[in-house]
């Protein structure tokens, strides 16, 4: 049962296009959302997170859009560069968790 | 700078030896996990730890074995290693479940074949 699901499982955008990765999640108690970047032959980094307080959480061209209602979130990725390329998984973790569940993540290609 | 070794970066066992992966940290977490990956299944939760001296099963602990002898170190120990366990593990440490961020900070990795 994987509850942390993610879509599309790859996708090719050309540089300066916005890319948007989308995520949903089953577990109400979720309350944190990270998501980390993995390039190839590296291991995953943080790269920006939110919690439902917020729909809304911007760092440069990096944004997740929260939608707590519908259990859906995305991060979008504006004005796309061929560094940004890299595998993207979301993630979720409970209130007061010890653990985080990760989706199977996004392989983001940018396109010179 | 504060960070997760792992050792070895690259390891090739043969079925039914025991093979022993290690984790260091200088974060201070608390928390420590290891996580497999492999191509389509993102990143799995094999064991994890609160702090010196427990280990917690995760997701898929059959055929694993964990050991927290402090707070730094963490190791995952295969005891009969299959060609199954062939895969890239991560291991991280993090703070969550006290009152901070889930944020992990993840190890380089170990590329573990089993011939």
């Known amino acids: 049962q994987q509850q942390v699901r993610q879509s599309p499982q790859s996708l090719t955008v050309w540089e300066g296009e916005t890319a948007i990765l989308n995520c949903s999640y089953e577990?109400?108690?979720?309350?944190?959302f990270p998501w980390y970047w993995q390039f190839p032959r590296e291991s995953p980094a943080l790269l920006i997170a939110?919690?439902?307080?917020?729909n809304k959480k911007e760092d440069g061209r990096f944004t997740i859009f929260f939608n707590k209602r519908e259990k859906k979130l995305s991060l979008h990725i504006t004005d796309s560069q061929p560094g940004d390329s890299a595998t993207y998984f979301c993630?979720?973790?409970?209130?007061?968790?010890?653990?985080?569940?990760f989706g199977s993540g996004t392989r983001l290609l940018v396109s010179p | 700078e504060a960070a997760v070794t792992q050792s070895p970066r690259n390891k090739v066992a043969v079925t039914g030896g025991k093979v022993t992966l290690s984790c260091n940290q200088t974060?201070?977490?608390?928390?420590m996990y290891w996580y497999r990956q492999d191509t389509g299944h993102g990143l799995r939760l094999i064991h994890y730890s609160y702090g010196a001296g427990s280990t917690e099963k995760g997701d898929i602990p059959d055929g694993y074995k964990a050991s927290r002898p402090s707070q730094e170190n963490f190791s995952l120990i295969l005891e009969l290693a299959t060609p199954s366990q062939t895969s890239v593990y991560f291991c991280a440490s993090g703070d969550a479940g006290t009152g901070k961020d889930s944020d992990y900070t993840f190890g380089s990795g170990t590329r573990l074949l089993v011939i």
């Open positions: 939110i919690r439902p307080v917020s």
């Open positions: 993630a979720a973790s409970p209130a007061g968790g010890y653990k985080v569940v």
């Open positions: 577990d109400s108690t979720f309350d944190y």
């Open positions: 974060n201070n977490h608390n928390n």
